[in-house]
């Protein structure tokens, strides 16, 4: 019996097209013993930032050996690389975009292969507005039943994988200057602020000619009241207890946020 591994998903398909289905098929085709997990498929369309983030809050979450298959590609069928990367706890594979960038800064790669070997693809002559049915899935599905890594194409060097970083959070005389790098579906507004700059202080954020201040969880204050907050991926964030903080207070990915600590 082929080993039984965890295959992880994200995209910015969405669930109203057969796309993501198309992509379990194509597993199942290779492998019906793997075990697939949607990390998400909501993804803003294009949105390499927010897969990117979504990417690196869900890795440390699963077995050694997952391969987690991450597609946003608005560079499907150019030039843009098809890779697999090895870490010591599982894989990557995807479009050579940036949205690994947030896992490689934070564990070393092994390895990495550009996946040039169509013997691992769903045909030799794959869409070029599909990679994710015809190159991503059955690579993800070989890798996960075992087939090794040097196989799937050409070694690379990871240093020369694309990166893209967060914004810069700068400090000042009176806390931090940062950004919003991630709005989830609740219109929580995710800044670029770590956490680990407020704990144990008495804080407050900045935002417009208002200030939104520091506590612990979302029912420290009124419903629709604003509040903000450590989260549990450990950047501060703006909520609304009860509502969207996003609507509310008309704030989107980029803007500029500050906090102050007295």
């Known amino acids: 019996m082929l080993p039984n591994k965890f295959i992880t998903l ?5 669930l109203s097209d057969v796309y993501v289905g198309a992509i379990k098929g194509i597993i199942a085709q290779i492998n019906p013993q793997l075990t697939v997990v949607d990390l998400t498929h ?12 979504c990417l690196i809050n869900a890795y440390p979450y699963f077995p050694v050996g997952t391969v987690h298959v991450a597609v946003v590609d608005p560079g499907v069928g ?32 092994v390895a990495a292969i550009e996946l040039t070997n169509s013997d691992y693809w769903r045909t030799t002559q794959p869409s070029t507005t599909f990679h994710g049915r015809d190159i ?20 690379i060097d990871p240093a020369t994988l694309v990166n893209i970083s967060i ?11 940062g950004c919003i790098q991630y709005i989830d579906r609740f219109g929580n507004l995710v800044t670029n602020i770590p956490g680990t700059l407020v704990q ?5 954020v900045q935002v417009a000619n208002s200030s939104i201040p520091g506590h612990n969880t979302y029912s420290d204050r ?21 509502g969207n903080a996003q609507s509310q207070l008309q704030l989107n990915w980029g803007s500029v946020i500050e906090i102050a600590i007295s």
């Open 136 to 155: 991503f899935a059955p690579v993800a599905a070989h890798l996960a039943s075992g087939v090794p890594l040097e196989k799937l194409g050409r070694a």
């Open 200 to 204: 144990g202080k008495t804080w407050y």
């Open 10 to 14: 994200l995209s910015d398909f969405g």
């Open 42 to 53: 909501q993804i803003p369309p294009q949105n390499i930032a927010a897969a990117r983030f």
């Open 78 to 109: 150019s030039s843009r690389r098809a890779v697999a990367v090895e870490f010591a706890a599982g894989f990557l594979v995807g479009p050579d975009n940036g949205l690994f960038s947030g896992v490689l800064s934070s564990y070393p790669a």
């Open 222 to 242: 009124p419903p629709g009241i604003a509040i903000a907050l450590v989260g549990s991926h450990g950047w501060v964030e703006i909520a609304i207890n009860g």
């Open 167 to 177: 914004p810069e959070c700068n400090l000042t005389n009176t806390g931090a200057v």
